[in-house]
């Protein structure tokens, strides 16, 4: 809760306790009608009901005794029992000058955990595509809240680098690229790019799903590289050291960071002896030659089947990887948190392994998470594809909206610095259209709407920021310096009340994975602050004082928005 609610909240509690009452259920919320109060509190109808007297009487007895108190201009008595409190200037002074002065625009920390953050998981030798937007986007906020909260976080992209693709690829290369066909020849950089890579892979899948005769050479080399055979396992690695580097090109983009790039491959040889302990310990169980986990529990509203660990062939699956590297991770990093921001769809999967991880004694004293999300999608509804009907890769996602937005700024005509800006701009579209949907919901990737400048969208809110830069520009070249905040008018009076509660939209984006809280949140606060610049000139108003007080609370807002795109992973530009 904001700190000023939290204030006004004791102050009721007090109140309500100097008349014997029960003070449990006190809150001060946000006014349902700001015209009328800043905050409310309901306590008394329920109260009323309990004790059988008039809520009225209990809120008109605590009314009377808070009415003394300097934190409020008035308290009166609404409907059947509402307290409706309007707070002093100086309260809302105090609390803007303290919300100002730190760092994180007044964020709760909490008490300190550990937690890992599973996001991205991009698979090697494959693009990024339309699909890794979201678990990046959203990683990457979640992990910026969390460590905002004061825990320690640790980002993974557990990169989809083992198996059977693997194999394809190895079994594939060195007909076209001799020098690999031995251990010798390719000391220096290797012969082939991502480029090559993406379009040999797919290539390569087709030709082993067609012929069983290739598929089976696939396999084999799959065996050499699983038993550690050592030019597989060379060429294996800079396929992934390729792949990664070209992926990493698209964390930058979208400013994603990674504590760790670890991958399925890290904790293959976990499995051996963790199937071996599960298999002793009866948790896995033979069940027509596959080895398999019950994770169905009763009251199950659709059925969840038992979690495949091996396959007739002895394969381990998915799921058997995403266990191994609980166990890696719980005896490396010894988190109480694991987070997985993993598309909705594999929801099943998460049960599956969180239940056969808890039944195991793998995950004991941690909180695993699914965070899931919804698709992106194209303006039919359905999951979004490229002209040609193909799957969009990220970066041809990326430059379509840095493309619209260098198509805005040159209709500006002032075009100084413009890739740097339309970068800006572009990415932050994507972004706050990414962030400001519910995670569980799909949205239309509609680039056009994104990159304007109005309504709710990334550049709308960036623009609040810049345009109090340019204010503090002109102030300070006209001598102005901020100075005491003297809440007057109603729409500073909103603009403080609406800043105070940044702590409360960065609680719940936390508690719910969703940093939508935020995005609203910020958008909500670019429009007051709109509102107050429309109606309280900062440089223009006659008196010094109220022209000091004013710049500071303009300075306050963009410290407020600016820590809460900051949030949501989105850049301010110096100019749009
Ligand atoms: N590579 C996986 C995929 O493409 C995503 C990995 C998500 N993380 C995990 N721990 N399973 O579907």
Redo the contacts with the bound molecule.
Sequence with gaps: MSTLAAHVERLLVRAFEAHGFDSRGVRAVPAQRPELADLQCNAAMPLGGAIQRPPREIAEAVAASLRNDAAFDSVEVAGPGFINVRLSASLLGEAATSQWADVRAGIAPQPPETIVI??????VAKPLHV??LR?LVLGESLRRILIAQGHRVIGDV???DWGLQMGMLISELPAIWPELRDDGGWTAAPPFDMGQLQAIYPRVAAACKADPARMAVARAVTAKLQAGDAASMRLWETIRRVSLQAQSVDFASLDAHFDELNG?SRVQPLIPGMIADLRARGIAQDSDGALVIEVAQEGDDSPVPPLLLEKSDGAAL?AT??LA?LLDRRDRLHPSRVV????QR?AL??RQ?FRAAKRAGFADGMDLVHVGFGTVNGRDGKPYKTRDGGVAQLHELLDDAIGRARARIEESGDVDDIDARARAIGIAAVKFADLSTYRTSGYVFDPDRMVSFEGRTGPYVQYACVRIASILDRATAQGVVPGPIEVAEAAERALVLLCARFPDAVASAALRYAPNDIADYAYDLAQAFSRFYAACPVLGADVPAVRGSRLSLALLARHVLTQALELLGIRVPARM
Excluded: I, K, R
Excluded at 118 to 123: K, Q
Excluded at 340 to 343: G, S
């Design positions: 599973d996001f991205g998981g991009p698979n699909g890794h678990s557990h990169l989809g399925e998915y990887t995403d590297t997985y921001v993993v598309d594999q999967h998460f392994v």
